[in-house]
């Protein structure tokens, strides 16, 4: 039997966060484009209201997935690639 570890919770919170198709969306987009803020992200996916896309970004960063940078008022994100390298390789290929 698998232990439950450290390593098992956050792969199931890195695949319970991409089982979601817009926050699968919201990570390719930021492995093609890096350092972008809420607002650019909701721009390029349309049809998403803030706050909806503020929670969504709050579960990719919460599971380790994205990076944020404060600059000011705005957070910038990115995706973390170490996890994703080691959860979800998908997303860079």
């Given amino acids: 039997m698998i232990e439950d570890n450290a390593e098992v919770r956050q792969a199931v919170k890195v695949y319970k966060a991409l089982g979601e198709p817009t926050r699968l969306k919201i990570a390719l987009l930021l492995t ?10 909701g721009s390029k996916l349309e049809s998403i209201a803030g706050s909806t896309l503020s929670h969504h970004l709050k579960q990719l960063t919460d599971c380790g997935l994205l990076d944020l940078r404060k600059d000011g008022t705005y957070i910038y994100y990115s995706v973390n690639r170490e ?3 080691k959860y979800a390789p998908y997303l860079l290929g």
Avoid: M, P, V
């Fill in 32 to 41: 093609e484009e890096r350092n972008l803020c809420c607002s650019d992200i």
């Fill in 83 to 85: 996890i994703a390298q």
